[in-house]
């Protein structure tokens, strides 16, 4: 895993888009999100999986991240934007899910499993916080796919962030 305050790996991936309506993918670019603010990146492993159904729905229940609007988020995984498109829709998430198909943004920021249970180049779960300087400023990984992420240290670096000038 990066470390905090490592330069964050730029990427630019297809996706989905917030409105539940939309069947379009959509590019998303690290650089062109970060003019509005901080990123949240939550890598996961799978669309649908137990663990990471549990995973992306709680940081869609995260009630004071509705409140920031200069925030991004990013799920991430290997799985296409079309497996996306139908998580976002049955699990009601209303933030990006990212196609990282070939893996390599997962392995820019060395959370790639080159194998798990018989699938190649998989997402580790993780999350990291990017600045508007693109400087991870929080970075979590586990290698227990069915440890769910703490996001009290997220919602701090992020107030951090806010009350830096």
Not at 27 to 33: F, G, Q, S, W
Not at 53 to 76: K, N, P, Q, Y
Not at 83 to 97: C, G, T, Y
Request: charged share 30%; proline share 5%; glycine share 4%.
């Amino acid at each position: 895993m990066i470390p905090e305050g490592a330069d964050a790996p730029g990427f630019d991936l297809p996706g989905t888009t917030t409105d539940a309506n939309d069947d379009d993918v959509t590019r998303h670019r690290l650089t062109d999100a970060l003019e509005d603010g901080p990123v949240v990146l939550s890598f996961y492993l799978f669309d649908f999986h137990p663990a990471c159904t549990d995973h992306m729905c709680s940081l869609h229940d995260l009630a004071w991240l509705d409140l920031e609007d200069d925030v991004t988020v990013f799920g991430v995984s290997t799985d296409k934007s079309f497996s996306h498109k139908a998580f976002a829709e049955s699990e009601h998430l209303d933030f990006r899910l990212l196609s990282d198909s070939d893996g390599s943004v997962a392995e820019a920021y060395d959370v790639l499993y080159d194998e798990f249970k018989d699938h190649k180049r998989v997402a580790k779960r993780s999350v990291f916080v990017v600045d508007t300087d693109q400087t991870v400023r929080y970075a979590w990984m586990t290698e227990d796919p069915q440890t769910l992420p703490d996001w009290d240290p997220v919602r701090d670096v992020l107030n951090d962030l806010r009350a830096t000038p």
